[in-house]
């Protein structure tokens, strides 16, 4: 170390100018593909190029930037990516409103972004980068639509869709909230229409399994994934309809409740409904009731506060349980897409069933109850769902509730009206969009030779730009000729293309993989090196894809598993959901008036305040309130390490070599090794938590000592001042790496402090320090002993006996007592 004079003063906008400007030439962060270093993969969720940064993406942005500084200088090769989910409506809708082609919009926006990002100090490869609207990525894109085609994972069908009549398009049901439009909160409507799907469902059973892996992600995300899929037991039973010579099957996961069925009703869009209504003496008013339920949300039809509505069809279908005839019904609260779409109403065991028995004044009949007890209608004020044994149903009477469904299931399978089966809450997963700022969907329509796979040569489809953002119901791609008519593949004849683009989740659900490979020009990315990187060590993002985004990204992996085209069956081995940033209790937002921007906060303190103060305010996974004295109090604290560090360059040098260590120095080196084991500890996230917060008071405690020390010793030897100094630059190089960096160059030390490895603790440091004790016998200090601190009392005591002079002393005298008060004194009476 060299005597240096420090600035006066912290100037954080001018030192961190200097050192991003650094390190971007110098493509410091650039992660090498080929290293022998052990790899780490640490990845944030991208975001949608809206313009600006807000303070979630600096939070989420952050947490990942200090994990991935830490792990280079543990030794790993890290790949630390960034790129931009670029398609959606927000561009569409500027593209209408403003008249700027969406393609302009988003690369303004995404240009803006980085700049932000570059100004946080955050060390991405920036050579990785990816956006999804670039065609260099959306032709991936698009190869891995022909790739699900091919294995018979995608197809059309007509389909009622969630329209949103605002947003012009469709919506999967992922994105109707409490029946209203994720993204603009209008009513959704439905709609019939011709759509493309993935066939996830597929997949819905090891989507399921699978979950047992991810030992790195929190529970309450597997829990969420685990009722989405929502895996669920049960019989499917066929009822007779003598009158039209058919049947209908009910899916139930109650079989045990079959003699206590009084109706059966099916879905209003049940495949059966036309023949049995038609020509019924209520045939148009069933009809009009019809119609009303098809447009109701699949919330507003099975939410248990709906009023439930029905009407009789006027037919009946048989039990084959007790060959009794029950009326048919039409009524909101059965959906068409789940099971069969019809259901066995058992008003006694059922809330929905009991409601609607009672609305329609339908018979209740019970089948199930508590051992030794005795239901009566009468006297039920509420459905009966809990375990008990079967009544009143024939020859399973006394049978436990779970035995009978298998005696039942059993029963029906030999006689061929009904069998076992699983149902999946899951839906396929709807993709097509009728927008334009999307990757289009690589299909073309040939009148003679049918729907036809763009060949992969062709790829990209690319967007045109003559269109007409303002169509309406058509998708803006059809109002391009030049894209709509083209020839077709296989006989050449004028053909047309598919003018639907794919829903941005598709995008997103591999963009990971092509990180590993991100300039690949002739494949989506190698193989070889998706298995060097995959899955992603740490994945960090917010709870609001706890759902969509992962559970279509853990679906995209399996088939590129299964396609043989990487070997982990997984994408992301860890994932911290990090919680959300509020200001006065609530979430920030342009509405509440309560936005603090990134870019003020780094022009008025400099980014690496900001930094501290989001990483030091709470743990990362719970919400952290915005706070201008906590910025202050960072900002505080980074001049106090700036004049520390200035403080011990100028401290006096201790040129004694004899003791190598003071005792005051040894104390201060205890502390920095205790704060380097927590805070390698806490960055580490060992057992399943990360600990920034506390890994920075640690280092703030750690200050603290060093301040103590100067202000009681006058001189340090110079090793001592140099490691301290170094040891502290490297502590804070992952959560405030401009400052770090500076100090670092400007104590004198070597290279980038971004480059050195992180501290090893020095065991010898941290070796417990041993004291000396006075032993008493009867009153008076005979002798002393050496024990170290941390010895129990009966190490002291067993210590003390063996002590020859105390032998003597005690001689062939009795011990009375022989009492010991460690860190103290050692006292024994003798007779
Ligand atoms: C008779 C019964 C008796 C039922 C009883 C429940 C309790 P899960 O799979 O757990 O959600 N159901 C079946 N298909 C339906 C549809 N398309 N729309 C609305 N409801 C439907 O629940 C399955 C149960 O939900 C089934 O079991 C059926 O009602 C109803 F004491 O059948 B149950
Ligand atoms: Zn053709």
Not at 159 to 185: M, S, Y
Not at 281 to 297: C, K, Q, W
Not at 581 to 589: A, I, N, T, W
Not at 655 to 669: D, G, N, T
């Amino acid at each position: 170390m060299k005597e240096v004079i420090l600035l006066e003063k912290y100037i954080p906008k001018d030192i961190e100018k200097k050192w991003q400007k650094k390190w971007l030439d110098e493509k410091c962060d650039r992660c090498e593909g080929d290293s022998q270093k052990p790899p780490y993969y640490v990845l944030e969720m991208f975001p949608y190029p809206s313009g600006n940064l807000h303070m979630g993406h600096v939070r989420n942005y952050t947490i990942g930037d200090v994990i991935a500084r830490y792990r280079r200088m543990l030794g790993y090769n890290v790949l630390h990516p960034m790129g931009y989910d670029a398609f959606g409506m927000p561009a569409e809708n500027a593209a209408i409103q403003n008249h700027i082609p969406p393609s302009e919009w988003t690369f303004k926006n995404i240009q803006n972004m980085t700049r932000q990002q570059q100004a946080l100090g955050l060390s991405y490869d920036w050579d990785r980068e990816v956006a999804t609207c670039h065609e260099d990525y959306y032709k991936w894109t698009q190869w891995i639509f022909e790739l699900f085609y091919k294995k018979g994972l995608v197809y059309r069908k007509e389909a009622k869709v969630n329209w949103c009549e605002n947003c012009h398009t469709v919506l999967a049901n992922e994105q109707v909230i409490d029946g209203t439009c994720w993204r603009c909160d209008q009513p959704v409507v439905k709609k019939n229409l011709k759509q493309w799907f993935f066939k996830i469902t597929d997949y819905a059973e090891v989507l399921l399994d699978d979950l047992e892996l991810l030992s790195g992600w929190p529970e309450r995300v597997k829990t969420m994934q685990k009722n989405w899929i929502g895996r669920s037991e049960g019989t499917e039973i066929t009822f007779a309809i003598p009158t039209i010579q058919k049947s209908v099957n009910l899916f139930t996961t109650r079989p045990d409740t079959i003699f206590g069925v009084s109706y059966i009703v099916l879905a209003p869009e049940h495949p059966l409904v036309e023949s049995l209504i038609r020509g019924k003496a209520e045939e148009a008013a069933l009809r009009s009731f019809i119609d009303r339920m098809r447009n109701m949300s699949d919330i507003e039809r099975t939410s248990t506060e709906a009023e439930k509505e029905g009407m009789f069809t006027g037919s009946y279908a048989v039990n084959p349980c007790t060959r009794q005839e029950v009326p048919i019904w039409i009524a909101n609260y059965v959906l068409p897409d789940y099971g069969t779409g019809a259901v066995m109403g058992v008003p006694a065991h059922d809330q929905r069933d009991w409601e609607f028995a009672h609305k329609f004044d339908l018979p209740i009949h019970i089948v199930i109850q508590n051992e030794g007890k005795t239901l009566t209608v009468d006297t039920m004020s509420e459905p009966y769902t809990d375990a008990g044994v079967l009544v009143q149903s024939g020859t399973f009477d006394g049978l436990q509730d779970k035995e009978a469904r298998k005696a039942i299931t059993a029963w029906l399978e030999e006689r061929k009206l009904g069998h076992g089966t699983v149902n999946y809450k899951l839906r396929d997963w709807l993709i097509s969009r009728q927008r334009y700022w999307g990757a289009p969907i690589p299909i073309i329509y040939c009148p003679t030779c049918g729907e036809q796979l763009v060949p992969t040569s062709d790829l990209p489809v690319r967007l045109p730009e003559d269109v007409n953002f303002i169509a309406g119901a058509v998708s803006p791609l059809a109002t391009s000729d030049d894209f709509l008519h083209c020839t077709c593949p296989t006989c050449g004849g004028p053909a047309m293309r598919e003018t639907d683009t794919m829903d941005t989740f598709v995008c997103s659900s591999w963009y990971y993989l092509r990180y590993t490979d991100a300039r690949n020009k002739t494949a989506a990315w190698d193989k070889e090196k998706a298995d060097h990187w995959l899955g992603v060590d740490q994945y960090i993002g917010g709870i609001e894809h706890a759902i969509l985004h992962l559970m279509y990204s853990r679906f995209c992996m399996k088939v590129f598993h299964d396609a043989g085209l990487v070997s982990e069956r997984e994408p992301f081995k860890r994932l911290l959901t990090q919680g959300m940033v509020l200001m006065d209790g609530s979430k920030m937002s342009k509405s509440k008036g309560n936005v603090v921007s990134p870019e003020d906060i780094i022009e008025q303190y400099g980014a690496d305040t900001g930094r501290l103060f989001i990483l030091f305010a709470a743990p990362p996974e719970r919400d952290l309130e915005w706070s201008e004295q906590g910025v202050e109090g960072s900002y505080r604290f980074l001049n106090r390490v700036w004049r520390i560090v200035e403080q011990y360059l100028q401290l006096p040098k201790d040129e004694s070599s004899e003791a190598l260590y003071s005792e005051a120095e040894k104390e201060l080196r205890y502390q920095e090794f205790m704060t380097i084991d927590k805070v390698g500890n806490d960055i580490q996230g060992k057992d399943g938590r990360y600990g920034f917060n506390t890994a920075i008071s640690a280092i703030m405690e750690y200050v603290n000592a060093l301040y103590a020390y100067a202000g009681k010793e006058n001189k340090i030897h110079q090793a001592v001042a140099s490691e301290a100094m170094s040891n502290l630059l490297k502590l804070l190089a992952p959560f405030t790496p401009h400052i770090a960096e500076e100090l670092w160059h400007q104590a004198g030390f070597e290279g980038s402090v971004h480059q050195q490895s992180w501290p090893i603790v020095d065991k010898e440091a941290l070796r417990v320090e041993e004291m000396e004790l006075p032993i008493q016998i009867n009153g008076k200090v005979r002798d002393r002993i050496t024990v170290s601190v941390d010895s129990t009392v009966e190490n002291i005591q067993e210590m003390v006996m063996q002590q020859a002079h105390v032998q003597e002393l005690i001689g062939d005298k009795k011990i009375v007592k022989c009492i010991i008060i460690p860190k103290k004194i050692i006292n024994i009476v003798i007779k």
